[in-house]
């Protein structure tokens, strides 16, 4: 633990960490080295030293003067463990020069990079391992640059000829560096090698350069363009991140592979034509690029999100070569009013173009064997899955053809044009969110066929006032009628048995319900906000319930008695036995007939009242 008062500078007070004792300075120790604010030492006096042992058991020497020089010295090398917890990481603010002793054959650089106002890297005369030139940190064969000093004053630099490989973080932090040449010696650059040097505009990579590491130009914000050559076989994901300059991006043939989030929030970058050779566009990729208007690309997987929020995109051309398209591909692309698709396209996920409210369809090549489309919604070749309706498209009252068996995850999500819906006999299944967020759909009336009203079906469609659900049906889903504000009436068939949590919560409107006599189980709030309910009934074939699935304005009876309800309903309610109307009916052949009459009805409801 740090400690000590203040006093003088040449006073000395001990402290031990681990295995391995220093020696500080009281004023280091008082916490001057906190915050944000730069002091100028003048003096040789010493800040901070020590012995510094390492996992495997060498010891280490540093010592950090007044001055600012941390002097380094031992026999070895630093194990890559030692790097987390080096020392001088609390005083990094105040050295401005590093000097490496003849004994160390190994640091990693990157505890040295974080130093970010260091002008100058010594090495020691004897030392095998390394050496300076200019103040740089290089291998000692000068074929790696290792660690160019983050506040050193020059804005340009070419890289000496003969440098294969530009290390981890070599040039981390360097904001003062404008303008940087790169010899066609060099081969790799490392991760992070350019990363936050903010001030750098202008560069070219040479064809020699075959890998360029993960977040190789992380945060240059000021560069303007830049070229990958064919030699690059991959761009590692985060290489190009937050570039927010970047308007030119040239990406030759022979580039594989975009990783994830490599060019993501380059909000200057206005135009993308990307090479057959491309197997793969990782999730993100151009994510949030926001002047991006035409983007070209002819091959390979798309992936998650890869152009999400590209919100000025109008031109996009899918050219033979595309295969797939991954959730949410296109996501929030506002501008794009046409969407082509190619023959070579074996997979789309049907969220790929999800809240393109400008959307207003699909058009497919003849020649595909995986797809179709018809008035400009987007169906499987054979006709059987309907897999998405344009989001700018207009349709009264859409009919869906005969011959569909599946609509798929969020096929009609955010259809504000979209006023009924008719889905015919023959439909098994509907998939989550399937017409969420419709705000203009009034009315759905659904055919014999699926046994799930799905996940979030109708989730936010505000304007819905009408629903047609068949005697197929036997769950209803979590949030599928969730805020459906506009919808005052609702009759579930005797089909039912579970309606799930928050299954009609928020509907705010909803007065007439009855529950179906077969229901097993209620789930969590399923009624959660739903007002102007004023009764509810539960049958006596009610064995499980959620917390709190009723408004507390909603008076709720049971059909049966409070014994069968202790003995038979278990969940969060039974402790709330108080709250329930008991009927006392005794269990029967029909559960639900209140008034014997050997039918289940709305008469029932009215003998109850």
Same mark, same amino acid.
């Given at each position: 633990?740090?400690? /000590? ?11 031990? #960490? ?20 730069? !002091? #100028? ?10 012995? =510094? ?24 090398? &630093? ?13 990094? *603010? ?18 040295? %990079? ?27 064969? &000068? ?66 350069? %075959?890998?360029?590491?993960? #977040? ?84 390979? *997987? ?34 794009? %009013?046409? !969407? ?36 400009? !919604? ?33 096929? =009609? ?18 998939? #989550? ?9 009034? /009315? ?9 009203? /799905?996940?979030? &079906? =109708? ?17 209803? /889903? ?36 009855? &529950? ?37 304005? %909603? ?43 050997? *039918? ?5 409801? !009215?003998?109850?009242?």
């Amino acid at each position: 633990v740090y400690g /000590g008062g203040h006093g003088d500078t040449t006073e000395k007070i001990e402290y031990s #960490e681990g295995a391995s004792t220093y020696e500080t300075n009281p004023k280091f120790a008082a916490g001057i080295v906190e915050g944000d604010t730069r !002091v #100028e030492m003048q003096d040789g006096t010493v800040l901070g030293s020590g012995d =510094f042992e390492t996992y495997d058991g060498k010891v280490f020497h540093w010592s950090l003067s007044l001055g600012g020089v941390l002097t380094i010295t031992g026999d070895g090398a &630093m194990t890559e463990e030692d790097t987390y917890s080096f020392p001088w990481s609390l005083s990094r *603010k105040y050295i401005d020069r590093v000097v490496i002793g003849a004994g160390v054959t190994w640091i990693d650089p990157t505890t040295l %990079t974080v130093c970010e106002y260091v002008t100058e890297y010594s090495v020691d005369a004897g030392n095998g391992s390394y050496v300076s030139v200019d103040g740089v940190l290089y291998s000692r064969d &000068m074929t790696e640059l290792l660690a160019y000093p983050s506040a050193k004053p020059a804005s340009a630099f070419a890289i000496p000829s003969g440098v294969r490989t530009i290390g981890t973080y070599a040039f981390h932090y360097c904001s003062g560096l404008t303008e940087l040449t790169i010899p066609d010696s060099v081969q790799g650059i490392g991760n992070g090698a350019f990363a936050n040097c903010a001030g750098l505009r202008s560069l070219k990579l040479p064809d020699s350069v %075959t890998e360029i590491g993960r #977040e190789a130009f992380w945060h240059c914000e000021s560069l303007q363009e830049i070229r990958i050559p064919a030699s690059v076989s991959e761009i590692p994901e985060w290489a190009f991140y937050e570039c927010t300059s970047l308007q030119k991006a040239v990406i030759d043939d022979g580039v594989r592979l975009i990783g994830d989030g490599a060019f993501c929030r380059c909000e200057s970058l206005r135009e993308l034509d990307l090479p057959g050779t491309i197997e793969e566009i990782g999730g993100g990729a151009f994510q949030s690029c926001r002047s991006l208007e035409s983007a070209t690309i002819r091959g390979g *997987k798309i992936g998650i999100s890869a152009f999400r929020s590209c919100g000025s995109l109008t031109s996009l051309t899918l050219e033979e070569g595309v295969t797939e398209l991954e959730d949410e591909a296109f996501v929030d692309c506002c501008g794009l %009013t046409e !969407v082509k698709l190619p023959a070579s396209l074996t997979r789309i996920n049907s969220t790929a173009f999800q809240s393109c409210s400008g959307l207003t369809s699909y058009s497919v090549d003849g020649r595909s064997g995986a797809y179709s489309s018809v008035d400009g !919604v987007l169906f499987s070749a054979d006709g059987s899955e309907l897999i998405r309706f344009p989001p700018a498209k207009v349709a009264e009252d859409y009919v869906i053809p005969d011959g569909v068996r599946l609509i798929c995850q969020s096929a =009609f999500a955010e259809c504000p044009g979209l006023g009924s819906v008719t889905i015919p006999a023959g439909v098994t299944e509907i998939q #989550e969110n399937a017409f969420s967020r419709c705000e203009g759909l009034t /009315g759905a009336t659904i055919g014999p066929g699926p046994k799930k009203i /799905g996940d979030s &079906m =109708f989730l936010g469609c505000s304007a819905l006032t009408k629903v047609s659900v068949p005697n197929t049906v036997e769950e209803i /889903g979590t949030y599928a009628f969730s805020q459906c504000s506009s919808l005052t009436e609702l009759d579930l068939p005797s089909s039912v048995r579970v309606i799930s949590d928050d299954a009609f919560a928020g509907c705010e409107a909803l007065t007439d319900f009855s &529950m179906p006599p077969h229901v097993t189980y209620l789930g969590w709030e399923a009624f959660r906000g739903c007002r102007s309910l004023k009764e509810i009934t539960l049958p006596i074939s009610l064995t499980d319930v959620g917390a709190t699935p009723f408004s507390s304005s %909603t008076v709720i009876y049971y059909e049966g008695s409070r014994e069968y309800w202790q003995e038979n309903v278990v969940g969060y309610w039974e402790n709330w036995v108080d709250d329930i109307i008991f009927l006392n009916r005794a269990p029967s052949a029909l559960p639900g007939d209140c008034n014997g009459d050997g *039918k289940v009805n709305r008469q029932d409801r !009215v003998y109850l009242a």
